[in-house]
């Protein structure tokens, strides 16, 4: 599981911080935590037009391309740098947790693809570290991490060392590198309905949704899925000379996916990937109740509550605030670069009988503790 994030100098982000351990005492809705309620699992994350969420979602998926080929949106991460500080590089910081052992990979970048510093460190005790800027590194440690010699090898400028050293080591499956090379591999994240069926990690594959439905024989499950929000249409496959296609039954068939309405195509594009869900070690969706009525939004917010996984959202539906099915310390304030949960933004004790909404909408949190 991801511990801890910083990045510093990213596009708007300064200096940004998400711990994920920063757990209050509060006795409601542990389902938000992990199993032992000691880690934030499921957030939602708030925040005026342009106060940075999706650039939040890019920033923790910086580590998926950076170590792996997975699908990334370059154009995403043009203007990589904080405008206000351009001549510094981005720096990127990790923690996780695998059993018992902490992993914290630190990184540094001048663009999307330039590396200037990284280093890896295991329970505390540094595996490698080197800065190309001042030449210094050290390499000292690797023997006792299964990776000697390597680095007398390393000759890619552009690459991450540990991306090549995790590539060329022979690594046992319950070695802390492989754990995380594998976690960072089933990170996913995605976007809402109007751009696409947009994503990051997890897999390489572009597919129509409507035609992954079909060639895997999923037509009643997903009919059954939008059934459970609110859609409640009954669908065929009709197979025409060059493809298979979704209607919808009614006295004159209608081609589904090219009459649907947007909240349903993102019902879609979350089916769609909760096929994929279990796969996955982290799940970043971007406004993932846009075209969503408020009922739906609850109800997938809930769905989303059911997965093991950590998953991020973002938002501006202040109806999740609602202590009913969340908690002050899943929920986050994005604003001016700062992002804080809404229990860390008040001195007030939040309490079971609260209405977080009304108390936001008030300007209780507005101020930093």
């Not at 910081?93 to 990284?118: C, H, N, P």
């Not at 390597?150 to 060392?161: A, G, I, P, V, Y």
């Not at 809402?192 to 994503?199: I, K, L, P, T, V």
Request: proline content about 2%; some cysteine.
């Amino acid at each position: 599981m991801l511990l801890k994030f910083q990045v510093k100098n990213f596009k708007q982000f300064e200096n940004l911080e998400l711990d994920f351990q920063n757990v209050r005492d509060y006795i409601i809705n542990k389902d938000c935590l992990t199993k032992n309620s000691n880690v934030l699992k499921t957030l939602l994350v708030y925040g005026p037009n342009a106060s940075g969420k999706s650039n939040l979602g890019l920033a923790i998926f910086d580590i998926v391309q950076h170590l792996f080929d997975h699908k990334t949106d370059p154009s995403a991460y043009a203007y990589y740098l904080n405008a206000d500080n351009p001549q510094e590089p981005a720096s990127f910081s990790y923690t996780f947790k695998f059993g018992k052992t902490v992993v914290r990979y630190d990184y540094s970048k001048l663009s999307f693809k330039k590396i200037v510093a990284e280093a890896l460190y295991i329970n505390d005790k540094l595996v490698f570290s080197l800065d190309k800027r001042t030449q210094q590194q050290d390499f000292s440690h690797l023997k006792d991490w299964g990776l000697s010699s390597l680095n007398n090898l390393f000759k890619d400028e552009d690459m991450s060392f540990l991306r090549y050293a995790a590539n060329n080591a022979n690594l046992k499956e319950n070695s802390a590198i492989f754990k995380l090379m594998n976690f960072v591999s089933s990170m996913l994240w995605f976007r809402r309905a109007d751009a696409g069926n947009n994503f990051i990690g997890l897999h390489n594959r572009i597919e129509n949704i409507d035609q992954y439905i079909v060639d895997n024989e999923l037509l009643e499950k997903y009919e059954a899925f939008l059934g459970q929000y609110g859609v409640d249409e009954k669908l065929e496959v009709i197979e025409l000379p060059d493809k298979k296609v979704i209607y919808s039954k009614h006295k004159q068939k209608l081609p589904f996916f090219a009459i649907m309405s947007r909240g349903t195509s993102a019902l879609s594009i979350l089916f769609y990937w909760s096929c994929f869900f279990q796969q996955t070690s982290f799940i970043f969706i971007d406004e993932f109740d846009a075209f969503y009525h408020a009922k739906v939004s609850e109800d997938v917010f809930k769905f989303l509550k059911t997965l093991k996984q950590q998953v991020v959202l973002t938002t501006h539906n202040t109806n999740l605030l609602d202590n009913s099915i969340t908690r002050a310390d899943c929920c986050f304030e994005l604003s001016k670069g700062v992002l804080k949960s809404l229990a860390d933004r008040t001195s007030r004790e939040i309490r079971a009988g609260n209405n977080i909404e009304k108390l936001y909408l008030a300007g209780e949190f507005d101020s930093d503790v």
